[in-house]
């Protein structure tokens, strides 16, 4: 029997069988990881992965058993010439029941260690928790600290091992609220509040995406969660309480002119100045932040100017719509953001 094995271990299979071996390889060799799954940092995250894992080895286990006797099948019982009908036979009812109950069984294990679970993710928040509301917008984020009295957009803060309850709500349409390495993405609907309650564990950045296909700009909707120590935390708060910081130059000053000019003052507020629109991002402190157009150019001189200078051309569809722009407004305007720490 051995050796008809060997011998139906001819060059295709081999050849499948190293092909699989290295797509397994590249697969595998994937380097940063910024948005995954597999490097939790909540108890929320965690409870998730560990089940996946579980779901995961489970139907290992069940695609080695099956496909191994398939295969094992397939070789030692192929025709071969001079075979004649074979024995004819119809059901096995031992086999049948085996087969039925095994994967009963497997699932209701999936089902008892799941339900649990689902209950503990949808668990409401304690007396000291942090409420943010977070909205979806087409295309960027909003955060809302209620009890803080702060707004900001596309950079999360959180003060790490702080229980906070997240709400999120939809302007528009329905996006999806997703930072893998903190929690499960969960819909955002318009006229509807979701809500769960997560406590990070680590500091660090953590990038989050929307992940539900919202319109022309979806795939640059992102934005970051920065979970910091208790003080900076507080610090950060303090200084988002505050009005924009006035102009520093004369170049600044000629760009906080601009705003009403330019029309600027339409769709976003800067508190401290007459602009007071709420369609786009709040930018009293814009220049405290890490990136600009959720996520899309780091927020540096260039990034704000290549922004300034063509927010159609760096996210095609997007509302912000201006009148096009100097390069000298450009510049006064750039000095004057990049001012708004
Ligand atoms: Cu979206």
């Not at 070789?75 to 001079?82: D, E, K, W």
């Not at 955060?143 to 959180?158: I, S």
Request: hydrophobic letters at 45%.
């Amino acid at each position: 029997m051995k050796g008809r094995l060997r011998g139906a271990l001819n060059k295709p299979i081999a050849m499948a069988l190293l092909l699989m071996g290295s797509a397994l390889l590249f697969a595998t060799a994937c380097g940063a990881t910024p948005q995954t799954i597999l490097e939790p940092t909540t108890r929320s995250a965690r409870d998730s992965l560990d089940l996946l894992k579980f779901v995961f080895w489970s139907a290992v286990g069940v695609f080695v058993v099956v496909e191994g006797a398939l295969i094992y099948v397939l070789i030692r019982y192929r025709r071969r010439s001079g075979d004649g009908l074979p024995r004819q036979t119809h059901g096995h009812t031992r086999l049948e029941i085996a087969w039925t109950i095994v994967p009963t069984i497997l699932v209701v294990v999936i089902a008892v260690l799941t339900v649990p679970r689902i209950f503990a993710l949808a668990q409401g928040p304690e007396a000291d928790t942090l409420r943010v509301r977070a909205i979806g917008h087409q295309w960027w984020f909003e955060f809302v600290y209620p009890d803080l009295g702060v707004v900001t957009a596309n950079e999360l803060h959180l003060p790490v091992n702080q229980s906070v309850e997240i709400q999120l709500e939809s302007e528009d349409v329905l996006h999806s609220f997703w930072v893998p390495k903190l929690r499960g993405k969960l819909d955002m609907v318009p006229g509807r509040v979701n809500k769960f309650v997560i406590t990070p564990e680590s500091t660090g950045t953590f990038l989050g995406q929307c992940a539900e296909f919202c319109g022309i700009a979806h795939a640059l909707m992102k934005f970051t969660v920065v979970v910091e120590s208790e003080s900076d935390f507080a610090a950060w708060v303090d200084n988002e309480r505050a009005p924009r910081a006035p102009p520093a130059s004369e170049q600044a000053k000629a760009g906080e002119a601009l705003l009403a000019s330019k029309g600027c003052v339409a769709c976003h507020t800067i508190r401290g100045t007459e602009a007071a629109g709420v369609i786009g991002p709040e930018l009293t402190h814009v220049g405290s932040r890490n990136h600009i157009a959720a996520g899309i150019l780091p927020n540096t001189h260039e990034g704000l100017a290549k922004w300034l200078s063509g927010p159609q051309d760096v996210k095609p569809g997007n509302f912000m719509v201006i009148p096009e722009l100097s390069e000298d407004e450009v510049e006064s305007l750039v000095t004057y953001l990049v001012g708004l720490k």
